[in-house]
DNA sequence: CGAACCCTTGATCGTGTTCAATAGGCGTGG
DNA sequence: CCACGCCTATTGAACACGATCAAGGGTTCG
């Protein structure tokens, strides 16, 4: 494995018109004329896990594609609270907020390693103008980000805190032979996520864990040993 | 006043290139020839405060710029349980969810009485596609969109509940002369957008009016006497 | 004037918080 | 390669906040 110093290694330029995620990221739909007009160059970056990627606050010149791993949006309020208010998926677009105004809105942190492709805002603005396609595609990400972001907020913060883990599990699990893995991420992040404290998760994991619903808690995943149980405890609860 | 036997009164159609809205609405940057390609009409409505404007799974034929009044956009999880995601303000798109897919993802219901005007989708979508200013446009209220639902999902959703009431207020309040009104709905309302009981609002409110921050509560609306004084707990709490 | 609906208030219970102590992983350096 | 130390996760006990159940008081509208 490289050795990398700093916190995120350039990984080359972008080939978009090539890239294996293309059919689900934002130029899903852009023919090869488009893919002409593009001149600034998208890089193609990746960073180790806890890395910040842009602070909130800072002067939005991209906005990014995730092409693996995850990543957090904290937002800080007023008092200096913070709060996860979305989670990244691999072929989310985020800092969008570049489109709209000077600077972004939140910060973006990697939960884990993370490979994503910068695109500078100008690309957009330009392209967005003339190609229909591209067109089309900004406005269906910001869609999803919007009923992600509501969904997040409807299903993630709405009942007990158990009923929520399952919620949580059951959008990011993997099938994986007769079970399922999902992912968990650091106590305090995941209390962000959900409006409650390390030591909450710590035991909502431990009682899921008692009641059969979830297995092989480690620092960084559980089994589902069951979907549908799982599915069924978080509709109904117990 | 007028009598509206059913819950919404259609008030002609709108004259968009006049509105008196225009700068805050969704054609603020069209120009004439912009809205010479505008054919199907725009509709200009009023519903009574509680009247439903349409139901998460119905077809989503059109969006909505609210004119005035206040509308609460509800989403009913699978589980039957229900959350505020966001409340629209006057300027404010809403049912943008047109724009994407088949069927709305959330119900809009009026809070107050309300005036609003229906845009039939494909005014959007094809006219999106040829007027660059639109496409602005367009991107720029969805991001709006998007950032409110974070901003009120991080302020409204995190702390104790007298701070969220009180960052609720200070989002909704308006100056009038040495105090601030900010409006009130329905307890239970005010419940589903902070995830709190009715009488946990009721307690709050009472509590809140004791150390002085507001002053006559009715059904519909607070007294806020001081608002630095507000803002100030809505920062430090107490 | 009465009825329905909504808001308020009280008492008790459950869930999550807080503070504190312990245990477990992981990386570093000997 | 092992031992130590740091960081994170877990667990416990007392406490605070909001939920729940229940009763009473106000408004509004027919």
């Not at 990746?46 to 995850?70: H, M, P, V, W």
């Not at 967005?128 to 999803?144: A, F, T």
């Not at 998760?201 to 092989?216: K, P, T, V, W, Y």
Request: contains cysteine.
């Amino acid at each position: 494995m490289k050795t990398i110093e700093i916190k995120n290694a350039w990984q080359g330029e972008s080939d978009c018109e090539n890239c294996s995620i293309r059919s689900s990221a934002l130029f899903a739909e852009l023919n090869e004329e488009d893919f002409s007009k593009i001149h600034s160059p998208i890089d193609d970056l990746s960073f180790e896990a806890y890395a910040g990627i842009y602070q909130q606050g800072d002067k939005a010149g991209s906005l990014y594609t995730l092409r693996n791993g995850y990543i957090k949006i904290l937002h800080i309020n007023s008092d200096g609270s913070e709060r996860i208010v979305r989670i990244v998926l691999p072929g989310n677009l985020f800092g969008m907020e570049a489109l709209l105004g000077e600077a972004y809105e939140h910060s973006a942190y990697a939960l884990t390693n993370v490979h994503l492709c910068r695109i500078p805002k100008n690309i957009i603005s330009t392209l967005g103008e003339e190609s229909p396609r591209l067109h089309r595609q900004i406005v269906k990400k910001w869609g999803e980000a919007l009923l992600q972001s509501e969904s997040w907020f409807s299903e993630i913060n709405t009942g007990r805190i158990e009923v929520r883990l399952a919620r949580f599990f059951l959008k990011l699990a993997k099938e994986s032979g007769s079970f399922a893995i999902a992912p968990l991420f650091k106590r305090e992040d995941m209390g962000l996520m959900m409006d409650v404290k390390c030591e909450t998760i710590s035991r909502a994991l431990a009682s899921m864990a008692e009641q059969g619903l979830i297995s092989n808690i480690t620092r960084l995943s559980v089994q589902i040993p069951n979907l549908e149980l799982l599915r069924q405890f978080s509709k109904r609860g117990v």
